[in-house]
């Protein structure tokens, strides 16, 4: 079955610095790849998701990358604020067999202000 | 107002008590899921299903079981052959192949 490795499982930065978190796959017939926040306390909610016929897709101060080739996968978020500070998953699906998504470990993500 | 309803939000369990676990959403979704988040972990996937009266297995079923007699429900029975059954658990919906929309959760403590 799929498994998806994230890392950094945490991550500090100062406010307005970028950070990225990245992730790898690895069940090649993947397809879909999104990236899902949870606050303290919260439900996880989608930020922003990508799908194998795009490498790129932004959105404002967030942005996501796929290289299907090396089965990897990362989220970069620029001027990060400290609303920005959350628990971010990565999760990876595919089209066929299992169409259920596979979360990642989690990445805690700290904006000092 | 829609949306997904998990009930209870907290539930204290006895050990060798099942308990049930309520999901249901008014989406229209024919896709539910049921995850189990523990501290520093990522959601694993318990049970799905993409449509009534089916239902399959996820990565960490043993201990639970499901339905889905319904569209808009999928209760999860957690029984008392779940050895560690504390945890927070998500319930989410979708239209298949799409983007899971989660419940607010409902935490499980075994006393």
């Known amino acids: 079955g799929e498994n998806v490795e994230q890392h950094p499982s945490t991550l500090s930065v100062q406010e307005g610095d970028s950070a990225v978190i990245k992730c790898t796959y690895s069940d090649s017939a993947s397809n879909y790849f999104p990236w899902y926040k949870q606050e303290l306390g919260k439900r996880p909610q989608l930020i922003i998701d990508?799908?194998?016929?795009?490498g790129e897709k932004k959105d404002q101060r967030i942005a996501v990358t796929l290289n299907k080739t090396a089965k990897h996968f990362s989220l970069h978020i620029t001027e990060t604020q400290p609303e920005d500070s959350a628990v971010y998953f990565c999760?990876?699906?595919?089209?066929?067999?299992?169409?259920?998504?596979?979360f990642g470990s989690g990445t805690r993500l700290q904006v000092q202000p | 107002d829609g949306g997904i309803t998990q009930s209870p939000k907290y539930l204290f369990r006895k050990e060798g008590q099942n308990v049930t676990l309520s999901c249901e959403q008014n989406?229209?979704?024919?896709?539910m899921y049921w995850y189990r988040q523990d501290p520093g972990q990522g959601l694993r996937l318990i049970y799905y299903?993409?449509?009534?009266?089916?239902?399959q297995k996820g990565d960490i079923a043993e201990g639970y079981s499901v339905s889905r007699e319904k569209k808009e429900s999928f209760p999860l029975t957690v029984t008392s052959a779940q050895k560690n059954p504390t945890a927070f658990y998500l319930c989410?919906?979708?239209?298949?192949?799409?983007?899971?929309?989660f419940g607010e959760g409902s935490r499980l403590t075994v006393l």
């Open positions: 989406l229209n979704h024919d896709a």
């Open positions: 990508i799908r194998s016929n795009v």
């Open positions: 999760a990876a699906s595919s089209a066929a067999g299992r169409r259920a998504l596979t």
């Open positions: 299903s993409q449509i009534v009266n089916d239902f």
């Open positions: 989410a919906s979708s239209i298949v192949a799409g983007e899971l929309f």
